[in-house]
């Protein structure tokens, strides 16, 4: 049986990414408890559901619903730090845009996985987050394996 947290942890870590796990709360507190210093980059991964696909009485396949963040607390080269003082526009410009490409590399090896198939991806921004004021780029998931 797939792990999902596995599977996310293992892109996090080949795409040099620190990943991180749970619900909200729980983020918070170890995005607190990390130094993101410098352009680190962070994948987080919320808790999932699963129910399973069934075929004539019997499990087929698992569909995993979740959601992903990607966020950045300060910008390279320069350094800004992520703050509420910032305009839509700048944080646009200084992290969103170019953190949404992680977004892409991730759909990508999700795509890569024969054992895997991607049947829904909505990408969305998310400001100010947790007690350090990240900005993050989100993509709602849902993706498809064999039982």
């Known amino acids: 049986m797939?792990?999902?947290?596995?599977?996310?942890?293992?892109?996090?870590?080949v795409n040099g990414l620190k990943f991180f796990y749970g619900a909200k709360p729980f983020l918070n507190w170890e995005m607190t408890q990390t130094s993101l210093n410098g352009s680190e980059v962070f994948l987080a991964l919320f808790p999932f559901d699963e129910p399973a696909v069934m075929d004539n009485g019997s499990v087929s396949?698992?569909?995993v619903s979740t959601i992903i963040w990607v966020g950045r607390k300060f910008d390279a080269p320069d350094a800004t730090f992520s703050s509420a003082d910032e305009t839509e526009a700048q944080k646009y410009k200084r992290r969103l845009k170019d953190l949404r490409a992680y977004i892409?590399?991730?759909l990508g090896d999700l795509c890569g996985d024969a054992d895997i198939e991607v049947t829904e991806?909505?990408?969305f921004r998310e400001l100010n987050?947790?007690?350090e004021n990240t900005d993050v780029v989100g993509c709602e998931l849902t993706f498809v394996y064999a039982a």
Not at 2 to 13: G, K, S
């Open 129 to 131: 987050k947790f007690d």
């Open 121 to 123: 991806a909505r990408v």
């Open 104 to 106: 892409d590399i991730i």
């Open 61 to 63: 396949s698992w569909s």
């Open 2 to 13: 797939l792990d999902p947290v596995q599977l996310f942890e293992d892109i996090a870590t």
